[in-house]
């Protein structure tokens, strides 16, 4: 099969790779599935470029990266039901704690990371949903019901932040988000009630008047940037649900505001929750798929040579949405 990966860190257009490997046998418990797309994530970005703290070299000889895809089931391993060979899939951990991800034309799995798509939804949509939709659903819904709360969205034009503005509408939540201004009509189609310049000097007022008891949820790209804007416009005991901290991985935390608010942070790494809450997540992606009330965006489509234009891409400020590659 063809694929495209890495044997030592460096630029995208350095160390990827297009090679040919043996076509995938499924295992115990697994499937093998004939992949369309594969979703390049920023964590696969900082995975190649070796951005991992305390780690000099990649973790296997040779790495085939991305953890997200779609595609058809075409074989099956021991213990794994045969009805399950022509299925419609979109995968989740395709390349944690593996050697072989999603850039290829094949890959083999544990059957539960192969979920079933339904027909409704399609392959490019499915694609999505492995790491920004299920990150968005965990943070906006894996706490208290969201329902006549208010909800703050950082980086809503974002993979992330999109899901998470159409989820925490369908949940019924007041949705605040930002964005830079060039992207706010977007942010507004997906469902947001306000969006705001995450640039402003004047943001935390802005947010105070648009929820003067403080905001219930926030729902955070950019932790350790946000922290001291979060402090202030947070109401007593509500959540700051963070996924990421590019900007500032070693930030300053303000103790005594959160201390006397009672806030909680909850930080989400999708590729670690537990079964229960995955399965939920995976679910209200569905039914909020169902119900009409999401769409994922899609930055951009490359074609299976371009993937090092689609991992340059991811490493800029600005996408609208996801960055597939066709397979």
């Not at 009330?293 to 949405?321: T, W």
């Amino acid at each position: 099969m063809r694929a495209i990966g890495y044997n030592k860190f460096g630029t995208a257009a350095q160390v990827l790779k297009t090679t040919q490997l043996p076509d995938p046998a499924p295992g115990q418990g697994d499937v093998v599935v004939k992949l369309a797309y594969s979703g390049v994530n920023p964590s696969d970005v900082k995975s190649r470029m070796g951005g991992r703290p305390g780690i000099g070299k990649p973790a296997f000889d040779f790495i085939v990266p991305h953890s997200d895809g779609s595609g058809v089931v075409t074989d099956v391993g021991a213990g794994v039901d045969p009805a399950r060979i022509g299925q419609r899939v979109w995968i989740w951990n395709g390349q944690w704690g593996r050697a072989l991800g999603t850039m290829a034309e094949y890959i083999a799995l544990p059957s539960a990371q192969a979920v079933h798509l339904p027909d409704e939804i399609s392959l490019e949509a499915g694609a999505t949903f492995g790491i920004p939709g299920l990150t968005a659903a965990q943070c906006v819904l894996g706490g208290d019901d969201v329902k006549d709360k208010t909800v703050l969205i950082s980086g809503g034009a974002g993979a992330v932040g999109h899901f998470a503005v159409q989820i925490a509408k369908w949940a019924g939540a007041q949705v605040i988000a930002t964005a830079s201004p060039k992207n706010w009509g977007h942010v507004q189609a997906a469902g947001a009630d306000h969006v705001l310049d995450y640039n402003s000097a004047e943001l935390s007022e802005q947010i105070r008047a648009l929820c003067p008891n403080g905001v219930d949820r926030s729902v955070e790209l950019e932790f350790g940037s946000n922290i001291s804007l979060l402090a202030k416009i947070m109401r007593p005991l509500g959540t700051i649900a963070a996924y990421g901290s590019a900007i500032d991985l070693k930030p300053s935390i303000p103790f005594g505001p959160l201390l006397f608010k009672a806030l909680k942070i909850d930080i989400t790494l999708i590729y670690i929750l537990d079964d229960a809450p995955r399965h939920n997540a995976i679910n209200s992606l569905h039914q909020a798929f169902a119900d009409g009330a999401l769409m994922p965006s899609i930055d951009e489509i490359y074609e299976f040579e371009a993937c090092v234009q689609g991992h340059e891409k991811v490493e800029q400020a600005g996408r609208r949405g996801a960055s597939l590659i066709k397979l």
